[in-house]
């Protein structure tokens, strides 16, 4: 069964810092691969998507990489802002399948 | 404004009660998904459809039925609500070939 491991569970940063969230899947046959951001009380924002055919994805302020060799994602948030807090979920898929399997997240927050 | 619809957004049951909670989307996705946020336990998989007519299970099935009778609405019945099943409800859909999931804003549901 595949098992996601979002680390650190929690992350707590000075307004402007750059910062790293870790994810990790049990199975490294990861075929495609999302993050989204929760905002209390709120449903899931799609922030990256990397298909299968990519290794990396940037949107503004954020990159995302999966390594397929070991099962493993980063997100980067660069020159981080109050507006960043929340929490950062990254799901997976295997190939052959669209069904995505959730990490528990990583609650984010940004000190003014 | 295109996307996933879930109504209602807030549900009282009490124990033995059946309902159904509504999802629907109108982008065109094939692809569509229950799931349920529980705290400690992140999104699981109840159950999931690739496209009208076709359903099979997820991580976590049992209490629940759907049915895809349009490409467009996927609803989740609880056939006998019972306090395990007080969660947060998330459908999600997707095109096919992995474009990305969108997730509804969530039906807050307690079981009383």
């Known amino acids: 069964k595949q098992e996601v491991t979002q680390i650190p569970a929690a992350l707590s940063v000075p307004e402007g810092e750059n910062l790293v969230l870790n994810c990790s899947f049990t199975?490294?046959?990861?075929?495609?691969l999302q993050w989204f951001r929760q905002d209390p009380g709120k449903g899931l924002t799609s922030l990256l998507l990397?298909?299968?055919?990519?290794r990396e994805q940037t949107s503004g302020r954020l990159n995302a990489s999966l390594d397929k060799s070991s099962g493993r994602s980063t997100l980067y948030i660069a020159a981080s802002q109050p507006g960043d807090s929340a929490t950062y979920l990254c799901?997976?898929?295997?190939?052959?399948?669209?069904?995505?399997?959730f990490g528990k997240g990583t609650k984010l927050t940004v000190n003014p | 404004n295109a996307g996933v619809t879930q109504t209602p957004k807030f549900q009282v049951l009490k124990t033995g009660q059946s309902m159904t909670l509504q999802c629907a989307q109108d982008?065109?996705?094939?692809?569509m998904s229950w799931y349920r946020q529980d705290p400690g336990m992140g999104l699981r998989l109840i159950h999931y459809?690739?496209?009208?007519?076709?359903?099979d299970q997820g991580e976590v099935p049992n209490g629940y039925n759907v049915s895809r009778s349009t490409t467009e609405d996927f609803p989740l019945r609880l056939l006998s609500a019972a306090p395990s099943q007080t969660s947060v409800y998330f459908c999600?859909?997707?095109?096919?070939?992995?474009?990305?999931?969108?997730f509804g804003s969530g039906t807050r549901l307690t079981v009383v």
């Open positions: 999600a859909s997707s095109r096919q070939g992995f474009r990305g999931y969108t």
């Open positions: 199975d490294s046959a990861i075929y495609n």
């Open positions: 990397i298909q299968s055919s990519q």
């Open positions: 799901a997976g898929s295997q190939g052959g399948s669209e069904k995505l399997v």
């Open positions: 982008m065109n996705h094939e692809y």
């Open positions: 459809s690739v496209g009208a007519g076709i359903t």
